[in-house]
């Protein structure tokens, strides 16, 4: 794909994206039951097909990670916040400004843009930055109830003063096993790629 044939836009990104949300109004949510959808199963380690439930939907607003905040206009859904994406990254690749990586299975490219208004807090953090005698409180648990990742944990911690952003931070893949690209969004934490997940703490 050297540029768009498929949209971006489509009920698996949405669906991911939403995981990414705080919050969604009810005409959004019925609008996604029932749509087909891709998964991954990380016990399988592939994508599976299914269509979006309920519980689907529940569990995805439910995940712990880096949230949009509630109703901030022009991206009040994963839907809107897409088209956003699709024409920034319809841009990118008409001026030869995305930068492949190439991995074993995939290709990625990640970039950043500013938001005309802050759309999220900064609560991904190295647990290094966490106090020493803050550290105690820190919980591992269960990242989502998703199907597919019933066995993904992460760091959290409370009552931790954060900062806000305006930047938007976007990580677009080719997977061999999917006929589009896949997006993944979120409020930009500017973490260091090198620390592994052991090493962040979400603040909820």
């Known amino acids: 794909m050297n540029t768009l044939e498929s949209s971006i836009i489509n009920p698996t990104n949405e669906f991911h994206v939403l995981r990414h949300f705080k919050f969604v109004n009810n005409s959004y949510k019925k609008m996604l039951i029932n749509q087909p959808y891709w998964y991954y199963n990380y016990t399988q380690k592939k994508f599976l ?7 689907d939907v529940t569990n995805a607003l439910e995940t712990v990670g880096t949230k949009f905040e509630k109703n901030i206009s022009g991206i009040e859904n994963p839907n809107k916040l897409l088209k956003i994406i699709e024409q920034k990254f319809q841009e990118l690749l008409s001026t030869n400004k995305i930068h492949w990586i190439d991995s074993s299975e995939n290709k990625i490219a990640e970039f950043r843009f500013n938001y005309k208004i802050n759309i999220g807090k900064i609560n991904c953090l190295p647990i290094e930055q966490i106090p ?12 989502s109830n998703c199907i597919g990742e019933n066995n993904i944990t ?16 976007v990580e677009v ?30 603040v909820i």
């Open 154 to 169: 992460v760091n959290t911690i409370s009552e931790i003063e954060l900062s806000y952003t305006k930047t938007i931070f």
């Open 49 to 55: 097909f299914s269509k979006i439930s309920q519980n």
């Open 132 to 143: 020493k005698a803050n550290r105690r409180a820190i919980e591992c648990v269960l990242r």
């Open 173 to 202: 893949k080719k997977i061999k096993q999917l006929p589009f690209y896949l997006v993944t969004t979120f409020p930009d934490c500017s973490v260091p790629n090198n620390l592994s997940d052991d090493e962040l703490v979400f």
